[in-house]
């Protein structure tokens, strides 16, 4: 096992005594950061994870593992791989992205209609990338952060230097409450129903992950907040999706009969977001101790932003990873949005882990958490191989279309059971 999935493993919790091996693919994933040592790992976790839940279900030896470096790129691009009908599937806004300020560099996020309506409402600008570069090119990056943060936008400093914070990579700890034994299958987390709220990447590849090993997931959105159809159709896979007002009487109380009996719900809100809907992790173990609670946030757990909205790319800027892969003095960008998908892998690898265990279980995961590590606690490997995409896409068809995507990671063969259907058309019951 190589330092870096050693490392993560051990963050889990996971069996000291596993091995894992992997085909190299060349120089994939490029970057001046180690990002194929951490998306290798990420998913070389969730691959053991996988192995011992389903040895743990049907009292058998843990198999031999291996992960293909290949397999793993083409996952961590999945995005950009996704074709709808031959059509390349959605990229950042032209608001989303670095914006030179008197002072340094901010880094804005408005891929969202109401993400890109507060930053403008906050700036007072009209919907126009020459007026946004004008008005920040007057303004410090703090006071840009700060005022657009206020006004309920999205918009960071791009930091000079890696922050030199160290956070945990995962967190996890058991509850009083014993949960149910799962019965031999022939897929690791087949019959485990999972309820989904997340949105955007990182918890959609996590839930989309758990999907293909067998689990009945159920995405979980307020009607409010559609999602973008490309990021939907790339991350839905494999997922059912059903729309619930957790304000009104009848849509709380069927979710509380959803929550009756499912084994593992994954949040990807920050802190205290989900509070006024009593759907924080402590609430949700208070109704139901036995579960597996998987939260994931941007910015950590604790400290003055972890109330903050984030994104993959925001936690690059502020990490100091932008500043890391910078060039000619423009802030750069990690290969892919690595710190959503090696996070959703680990959340999935935690999960899995958690169900082996006889008691309900918390899990605290944050992309910040992954930023620390990639900037701090991994060494790059070196290169062997050769890459080609193509064996690890596949052509599926959808209620979107013909979905040209990226196959799971976790096996040579197949993919998901089924596409993902229509964002927030299904009914709202378990399988």
């Known amino acids: 096992m190589d330092p870096a999935t050693a490392h993560a493993w051990a963050a889990l919790g996971g069996r000291p005594d596993l091995t894992l091996d992997h085909t190299p693919a060349g120089d994939v994933l490029s970057a001046r950061l180690p990002v194929r040592d951490l998306a290798r790992a990420t998913v070389g976790v969730c ?17 031999p593992v291996t992960v293909r470096e290949a397999a793993v790129a083409t996952a961590f691009t999945s995005e950009r791989h996704l074709r709808v009908n031959g059509r390349a599937g959605a990229t950042f806004a032209p608001l989303s992205g670095f914006w030179r300020t008197a002072d340094g560099w901010v880094r804005t996020h408005a891929n969202y209609p109401h993400h890109r309506k507060r930053l403008l409402e906050a700036l007072g600008i009209a919907d126009d990338p020459a007026a946004l570069a004008r008005e920040l090119a007057t303004c410090e990056a703090v006071e840009v952060q700060e005022t657009v943060y206020a006004a309920g936008g999205l918009a960071v400093a ?103 009996h499912a084994d593992v719900v994954v949040t990807g809100y920050r802190p205290g977001a989900l509070d006024r809907h009593g759907v924080s992790p402590e ?25 903050r909205r984030g994104f993959d790319s925001l936690v690059q800027a502020a990490s100091g990873i932008a500043a890391v892969e910078s060039t ?9 949005q690595a710190l959503d998908h090696g996070t959703g892998y680990l959340l999935a690898a935690a999960v899995l882990l958690a169900l082996t265990q006889p008691r309900g279980r918390h899990i605290k995961l944050s992309l910040a958490g992954t930023a620390s590590w990639l900037l701090h606690d991994i060494r790059p490997s070196p290169v062997h191989g050769a890459y080609d995409p193509d064996p690890w896409l596949v052509e599926t068809p959808s209620p979107y279309g013909t979905l040209r995507h990226a196959r799971p990671p976790l096996a040579d063969h197949g993919t998901w059971d089924h596409p993902p259907t229509l964002w927030g058309t299904d009914e709202p019951r378990w399988r």
């Not at 139901?288 to 932003?305: E, F, I, K, S, Y």
């Open 328 to 336: 000619d003095g423009t802030p750069g960008a990690l290969p892919a």
């Open 283 to 307: 609430a949700l173990h208070a109704q139901r101790p036995d579960l597996v609670v998987a939260h994931l946030t941007a910015w950590g757990h604790t400290g003055d932003w972890a109330d």
């Open 47 to 63: 691959a053991l994870a996988a192995a011992e839940l389903k040895a743990a279900r049907d009292h058998t030896a843990i198999p």
């Open 158 to 260: 791009v930091a000079a230097e890696p922050d030199p914070t160290r956070r945990p990579l995962v967190e996890t700890r058991p509850t009083d409450a014993a949960k149910r034994v799962l019965p031999p299958a022939s897929r690791p987390a087949e019959g485990v129903r999972v309820l989904d709220l997340t949105r955007v990447i990182a918890g959609p590849v996590a839930t989309r992950t758990l999907a293909f090993l067998g689990a009945d997931v159920l995405r979980v959105d307020p009607p409010h907040l559609p999602e973008d159809p490309d990021v939907h159709a790339d991350t839905g896979m494999g997922k059912r999706s059903t729309l619930l007002d957790l304000a009104t009487r009848h849509d709380r109380r069927t979710f509380d009969d959803l929550l009756d």
